[in-house]
């Protein structure tokens, strides 16, 4: 059940309890990773439910704090959210000349483990080592679009 919100729009109190409910059903998703990945004798299972289990612990909060985001914005509370809103125009030009440089540095990193992926795989049948570069290579990707985001707003002030 969710909560009502104080003087908000339809709109408002929608989107509020859709991302409530969100955040509420990845608890029982939560549980489950904890149920299997405790559960195995299998070391290599184990180890892939806990990657999981983290970045849905990280989902599950993120979820509340856009929850609560949506509830500060809704009632005009005027306290600080846990999600801010876009202020890049504060510090622009530092703003944008750090993404870059850290945008380089991420698509090095790209380069570095592909180049690494390479030189294991022989071993992909045998080890999880492939799973953790594939992992690492996907958060390289999340990282540039961070990166990418922050720039252009900067950038653009959009």
């Known amino acids: 059940m969710t909560q ?10 929608h989107l509020y309890d ?3 409910q969100h955040a509420a059903g990845e608890i029982e998703v ?4 904890e ?3 405790g559960s195995t004798e299998s070391k290599a299972f184990a180890y892939a439910a806990g990657l999981i289990l983290a970045d849905e612990r990280r989902h599950h909060q993120m979820l509340k704090e ?4 949506i509830r500060s914005s809704a ?5 600080p959210s846990p999600i801010p ?3 890049l125009h504060k510090d622009r030009e530092a703003i944008v000349e750090l993404s870059e440089k850290l945008l380089e540095v991420e698509k090095r990193d790209r380069k570095e483990l592909k180049d690494l992926r390479k030189e294991l795989r022989d071993y992909k049948d045998t080890t999880l080592w492939q799973l953790v570069l594939e992992i690492l ?3 390289n990707a999340k990282h540039r679009m961070i990166l990418k985001f922050i720039r252009d707003h900067a950038k653009h002030g959009i």
Not at 4 to 13: C, K, N, P
Not at 66 to 69: C, G, I, K, R
């Open 85 to 87: 809103d876009l202020d």
């Open 4 to 13: 009502t919100l104080i003087g908000a729009s339809v709109f408002d109190q």
């Open 18 to 20: 859709h991302v409530s």
């Open 75 to 79: 009632e005009l509370t005027g306290g």
């Open 30 to 33: 939560l549980k489950e990773y």
């Open 66 to 69: 856009l929850a609560e985001t």
């Open 137 to 139: 290579d996907a958060d």
């Open 35 to 37: 149920a299997l990945a």
